[in-house]
């Protein structure tokens, strides 16, 4: 008698056991493929994140804080760096760096946060628009899909920051000029979906503004 049909015969005698077996194959085929599934996903959102970005510069503090504020978005910045440290890193001379973007972290609205930067900045994570325009004047800003979407703020709309990520009234700037949404960007796949994003010398007024005010 071969071995299969031993196992036939078997089958037929103890189909209840013979079920349960295909059952807990099929069950850990199942949980192996989404295991794999769930690691691409995992992998090609971590790629994405990444960017192509191969250094951060910032105030000294925790590496991994640096990192996680200014690559992930989801820590808080680790501090400003003077404009005379940071020019070195913005050369379009230096022979080392191909390209530096400068960011300013630190405000939110409705719990997403508004990012200073430059229109290169979108080409890191091959962001394109869905409608609307990279910002022209201090005060227009750019949502990435998931934030325009969660916040219902379509073109034209307007709004006041917070200090901080906390959404709390008290911490809002009372900045005499309103964000204004002038553009908003296809979905990505990456963080950038979920931030708002300005040009730096927006960020400055603001906190000037409310440092005077203080």
């Known amino acids: 008698m071969t071995l299969f049909q031993l196992s036939w015969r078997n089958s037929i005698y103890k189909p209840g056991a013979f079920v349960l077996s295909i059952l807990l194959f099929a069950l850990g085929i199942g949980l192996i493929s989404f295991l794999l599934l769930l690691d691409h996903q995992v992998q090609d959102k971590f790629e994405k994140n990444l960017a192509g970005i191969d250094l951060v510069v910032g105030a000294k503090g925790s590496p991994l804080q640096l990192i996680l504020s200014n690559m992930y978005f989801i820590d808080a910045p680790t501090g400003n760096i003077s404009l005379g440290e940071a020019k070195p890193f ?7 760096i191909d390209e530096a973007i400068p960011l300013s972290l630190g405000d ?4 997403y946060r508004i990012v200073g930067t430059q229109r290169s900045f979108l080409d890191l994570y091959d962001a394109t628009f869905n409608k609307g325009h990279w910002v022209k004047d201090n005060f227009d800003v750019v949502l990435g ?5 969660k916040l219902d703020l379509p073109i034209g709309s307007e709004f006041k920051s ?3 990520f906390t959404e709390d009234e008290d911490l809002e700037h009372d900045h005499e000029e309103n964000f204004k949404v002038v553009g908003i960007l296809n979905a990505t796949g990456a963080v950038i979906d979920q931030l708002i994003l ?3 010398p927006t960020y400055w007024y603001v906190h000037v503004e409310h440092d ?3």
Do not use: F, R
């Open 198 to 200: 300005c040009n730096n």
């Open 162 to 164: 917070t200090h901080g």
């Open 90 to 96: 913005l050369n379009p001379k230096n022979p080392l």
């Open 145 to 149: 899909a998931t934030t325009a979407e």
């Open 108 to 111: 939110s609205y409705g719990g």
């Open 212 to 214: 005077h005010e203080g």
